[in-house]
């Protein structure tokens, strides 16, 4: 039996919640679809392929203040920051809800950031699974699904008269307590995302034509922009600094992203990814070999967002059949 | 007509490596949604048959040339893109012998965006007043003749609001701002080793995400092309967020050509208009 | 603008005529509103809009730029370069909202003690009225 | 996983531990040897040759250093810091009893229990050698573990050369021997000038049973490699430690990888033979 909810249920609910917590939602800002906070659920935008930038900024964002550090006589008093808001994060896309937890791997090793810890346990996610993919997903050959309910505490599916309502964990149970919702043998669609990328042997693939000139001929249009890495939804690279204002000092935590000129330069400016074809490269194997290698999942969630922002369209799908076809050359080749 | 604009320069592409006048030509080829074309570095003549040209062919591919120091390269540039060649010349970036330029006639360039199939004109179409390059060794298409000149519509509509309303609309641009940097990279007017805003002694701006060093970021970076931005609007073409960089750029445009009566990129030993000055010139400041 | 003593005014001074004229009325007591903060440059064409910006940014009122009247430039052409510099500037800035008012640039000559006086009165009266920006 | 995260109260790894700046001496013109004490007793930890810590300038940032000191002696926390930066620059600004902070230890470190009864040859161009004084200082302290100590320690100018008020001690010590030389000398040189890795042909260090430990800029390093190379020298008898850009020294900022290796927590002390293994050249 499947529990619906209907569509004014469903915003009496969310107008509720945000009686006492900060509920973020996809609304639409000038031309974009961002998660912003919402203070009527009307604000909320339900019909969109995917918002802007991902939700990721929910947990990692662009700019957080890691501690301060006031001098106190004579002393100087270090306050790590805590995370005290409930937040509920609505609308979240299954190869975003994905994207999230493999991001758990890198933040939650040991010692584990206190910062991400924080967010993730202070933030209930309710998913809403994809109707139509757009052309440029392609989450199923990257390990997510359209209705891929396995990273969020609430999945809402579209039905008819509503929306199916799948409770994955305690949070989402607690969220929904006091909500009735109607019994109904309606089985909500199973969408496809018919897109399919070679991504299996990715790893061995990408190890043989490591050295290949193909990543130098990509590089040729690169323009090295922080675009692909800050839409990303599995991309945490970060730099750390500190700011001062009026006296008191904020050690700063911002995006960084791998194609910045400065990224690996070190104390007496050697740099060793200095050229263009290495920085590209870096971008690419973190995702598809450092970071299986580290932590299992490939560092991609079949989002498409960067498909759409780079440019000058270096897309990640294109590059992955590339890989794996160099791969397979070199394979019978020297080695 | 587009189409045989493809063949003409697919076949001066074949020539000019054939013959070895140039090692690399710098032109667009379909991208992976099979509709809007994206930069393409043809280095064998047999490649050539990847060339195409259409009214997807939005980026301005003069700043690549700045790779290709001391290599002849082949570049193809539309009428706007043109005055980025005149702007890199007349500033001692790219030397004219080693290049060779492939000049197309504009037909205008649509709404450019992923398996976007959008007809619409850009917004730089519509104040275009330079559809023939200005500099060229061979010419595609043929010159049109030019509308009347541009009046700057849309910064006039944007100075009828008030200062509070222009202030809070660069504000919200500014939250929206994630200092990716795409439109520096893709601006043939940025190329400094070091800009300011990654300068850390002094640190001009700070490190954080925010809107206040958005905003200065987005100042300074428009200021800096004040007299030197050809329109080409790839820096709106490429912002992830859609900040409408045109204003500001058009707006010091307007201001060049009232005070100096200047247009960048239109001549090869051009003097921009901040590295002169004329002694006895009125500039309504000072007095 | 801090509540009690009005606008925050950064004033950058050309070492050669402005600062000797800010001398020249401090030497003939001649009082000026002390908003203004005075910042000592070799010449007008020093002064970088990257300085201009980071004021406004961190949150001064008003600034104004002083240099020698063109043609007296103590490096013969430091003026005439940042006059049409700040030409520019002053219109960016007024087009992203901030008042054209709250940037001046004046030329201001060695001699001119009274005149220089006279002016940071009247510009403080007017960033007085104009009141604190809205941002910082 | 992430419920025991936040249940424990996960302190913030990003917090430096409270420290006071106890002495500030100056090794070369631009280079300073700091020795912190940390404030608390409880933050107070272990660490081996070749580890490294950020220090905290505050108001600009942190920036990793070598430990140079050795932690059994309990002389306090000491790195040699070359002003070349903000966050160094803002150092070399601090007065003894200045507040600061330390994060650490990070890093593996020199395995010179598997050094011992070898000859061990240790190679600094500059301040490359910070990271190798503790080195010196354990097999000094240990003398008779290890056979013959060669000690080649490189720089710009005579007045450059770290550490120079031990060098009579490292001289004094048996079976040690201790070769200074300099790009460029000055009037009051009579030392050697030459090249680092000109000094290793002219030296001819033997490579049997032998360790060389290696440390200074990469330009030093690459010619240097391939001279004791042509001694015979294998890879894995080269070690040194990489310098990567570094922002957080937990495997999380991912700016210090060379391929699939992070410097700070799979180095930064590497053989030259797993160096030559790394997918990504260095």
């Known amino acids: 039996m499947t529990k619906i909810i209907g569509k004014n249920e469903l915003e009496s609910w969310l107008s509720g919640i945000m009686k006492e917590r900060t509920v973020f939602a996809p609304t639409r800002v000038d031309d974009l679809i961002l998660f912003r906070p919402v203070r009527s659920a009307n604000e909320i935008v339900f019909d969109y392929e995917n918002t802007n930038l991902s939700p990721k900024e929910l947990f990692f964002p662009r700019t957080e203040t890691l501690f301060t550090a006031v001098p106190k006589d004579g002393d100087i008093e270090l306050t790590p920051t805590i995370v005290d808001q409930e937040v509920i994060l609505f609308g979240i896309r299954p190869c975003d809800a994905r994207g999230i937890a493999i991001l758990d791997g890198p933040f939650l090793d040991e010692p584990a950031d206190s910062l991400w810890a924080q967010h993730r346990e202070k933030t209930t996610m309710i998913g809403l699974s994809c109707t139509k993919p757009a052309p440029q997903c392609f989450c199923t050959s990257m390990g997510s699904a359209p209705n891929d309910a396995s990273n969020v505490d609430i999945m809402l599916t579209q039905v008819e008269d509503g929306y199916a309502v799948e409770t994955i964990t305690e949070k989402g149970e607690k969220l929904l307590q006091g909500v009735e919702l109607r019994e109904s043998d309606v089985q909500p669609p199973v969408p496809t995302c018919d897109v399919n990328i070679p991504a299996e042997g990715i790893v061995e693939a990408i190890t043989k034509m490591f050295d290949d000139p193909y990543w130098s001929r990509l590089a040729d249009r690169c323009i090295h922009c922080n675009v692909c890495a800050y839409v990303c939804p599995t991309c945490y690279c970060f730099d750390i600094r500190d700011r001062t204002d009026k006296g008191k000092t904020e050690r700063i935590r911002t995006w960084e992203s791998c194609q910045s000129k400065g990224f690996t330069r070190i104390a007496g400016g050697y740099d060793p990814r200095a050229d263009k074809g290495t920085r590209l490269r870096q971008r690419f194997c973190h995702k598809l070999l450092y970071f299986p290698q580290q932590f299992g999942a490939l560092g991609c969630v079949g989002c498409g967002r960067c498909v759409i922002a780079c440019p000058v369209n270096i897309d990640i799908r294109e590059i992955i059949s590339d890989v794996q076809k160099i791969g397979a050359e070199v394979g019978q080749g020297s080695n | 007509m587009v189409a045989d604009f493809t063949q003409q320069i697919r076949d001066k592409a074949k020539e000019l490596l054939e013959k ?39 980026h301005n591919l003069v700043k690549y040339l700045l790779n290709k120091k001391g290599k002849p390269t082949a570049v193809i540039v539309k009428g706007c893109d043109s005055r980025a060649l005149n702007l890199l010349l007349s500033e001692k970036q790219i030397d004219r012998d080693n290049i060779f330029i492939i000049g197309v006639v504009c037909p205008g360039v649509v709404e450019w965006g992923w398996n976007n199939h959008s007809d619409q004109l850009q917004i730089r179409c519509n104040w275009c007043r330079q559809h023939n390059p200005v500099i060229y060794d061979f010419l595609v298409g043929e010159p049109v003749t030019e509308g009347p000149p541009d009046d700057f519509a849309d910064i006039a509509a944007m100075e009828t609001k008030s200062t509070e309303e222009r202030e809070a609309f660069w504000r919200e641009q500014a939250e929206h701002c994630v200092r990716c940097y795409a439109c520096r990279q893709a601006c043939p007017g940025c190329y400094c080793i070091d800009c300011f805003v990654e300068q850390l002694d002094p640190e001009w701006v700070g490190i954080r995400i925010a809107p206040e060093e958005n905003l200065m970021w987005n100042t300074i970076r428009a200021f800096h092309l004040a007299g030197r931005c050809i329109s080409c609007n790839e820096c709106e073409r490429v912002c992830p967020v859609n900040i409408p960089l045109s204003l500001l750029n058009r707006r010091m445009e307007r201001e060049v050509l009232g005070l100096f009566d200047y247009r960048a990129g239109m001549s090869e030993d051009a003097v921009a208009p901040l590295i002169t000055f004329m002694k006895d010139e009125k500039l309504g400041i000072g007095e | 603008m801090s509540a009690d003593n009005g606008p925050l005014i950064i004033g950058f001074l050309c070492n050669w005529c402005s600062y000797a004229g800010a001398d020249m009325a401090g030497t003939s007591r001649i009082a000026y509103p002390a908003n203004i903060r005075i910042i000592r440059v070799p010449c007008s064409g020093r002064v970088d809009p990257l300085l201009i910006v980071k004021c406004f940014e961190e949150g001064a009122d008003a600034v104004l730029v002083a240099g020698c009247h063109p043609g007296d430039c103590h490096y013969n052409e430091g003026n005439y370069y940042s006059r049409r510099r700040f030409a520019l500037l002053r219109a960016l800035l007024d087009f992203m909202g901030i008042e054209k008012e709250r940037f001046q640039v004046k030329w201001v000559s060695a001699s001119e003690g009274k005149r220089f006086a006279k002016i940071i009165t009247e510009f403080t009266e007017d960033m007085t009225k104009l009141g604190a920006r809205k941002a910082s | 996983m992430v419920k025991e995260a936040t249940e424990k109260a996960v302190p913030n790894p990003f917090v430096p531990y409270p420290a006071t700046l106890k002495s500030v001496v100056d090794l070369t013109p631009d280079v300073k040897l700091f020795t912190l004490e940390l404030d608390r007793a409880q933050d107070e930890f272990d660490y081996k040759p070749g580890q490294f810590a950020f220090v905290s300038a505050y108001g600009v940032g942190e920036s990793p250093f070598g430990v140079t000191s050795v932690a059994y002696r309990r002389e306090g926390l000491q790195f040699a810091v070359r002003r070349v930066g903000t966050v160094t620059n803002a150092l070399h600004q601090l007065e003894p009893g200045a507040k600061t902070g330390v994060r650490g230890p990070f890093g593996n470190f020199f395995p010179l229990d598997d050094y011992k009864n070898k000859n061990i040859i240790i190679i600094g161009g500059g301040i490359g050698f910070a990271p190798l004084r503790p080195v010196i200082t354990t097999i000094l302290d240990n003398r008779d573990d290890y056979a013959n100590v060669l000690i080649l320690n490189g720089a710009r100018s005579p007045s450059d050369l770290c550490f120079a008020s031990e060098f009579d001690d490292w001289v004094k010590s048996p079976r040690t021997k201790l070769e200074l030389t300099v790009d460029a000398g000055d009037e009051n040189w009579n030392g050697r000038v030459a090249l680092i890795p000109d000094v290793i042909t002219e030296l001819q260090p033997s490579p049997k049973d032998a360790i060389t430990i290696i440390c200074g800029p990469p330009i030093m390093i690459k010619f240097t490699l391939s001279r004791l190379k042509q001694l015979g020298f294998a890879d894995e008898q080269i070690v040194t430690t990489l310098e990567g850009k570094m922002k957080c020294g937990l495997g999380k900022c991912f700016r210090c990888n060379v391929g699939e290796k992070y410097v700070c927590r799979d180095g930064p002390v590497f053989t030259f033979e797993q160096i030559s293994n790394f997918i990504e050249q260095f």
Do not use: K, M
Request: net charge negative; hydrophobic share 35%; with cysteine.
């Open chain 2, 20 to 58: 070895g006048t140039v090692e690399c030509v710098i032109g667009y080829e379909t991208g992976s949604d099979g509709f809007s074309a994206r930069p393409a570095f043809i280095y064998e003549s047999a490649e050539v048959e990847r060339l195409i040209f259409d009214n997807t062919c939005s």
